[in-house]
């Protein structure tokens, strides 16, 4: 692999990793979210009001936002790539 194949692995990979880490961070904020909502609610009365799941939305809808312009930015460079010899 030459200079040039390695520096274009590291364009594809960087967003990949920075999508990664967003989705990692996403999954542990909820947990934690979720586990404080069960922890603190008052479960006497049946089920509290789920008000975990408008950070679970709203924050989703910026994860799959982040996805989306990831795997254009993937197809782009993946089909100006020129036939492999």
Not at 60 to 68: L, P, Q, S
Not at 71 to 77: E, K, T
């Amino acid at each position: 692999m030459d200079a040039f194949e390695r520096a274009a692995q590291r364009e594809l990979d960087a967003p990949k990793l920075g999508f990664r880490i967003h989705f990692a961070v996403y999954i542990g904020v909820q947990v934690l979210l979720i586990a404080t909502w069960a922890l603190v609610s008052n479960w006497d009365d049946g089920i509290p009001f789920p008000w975990p799941i408008f950070p679970l939305l709203g924050w989703g809808i910026g994860v799959a936002a982040h996805y989306v312009g990831y795997a254009a930015q993937r197809r782009h460079y993946l089909r100006e790539q020129p036939p492999a010899a």
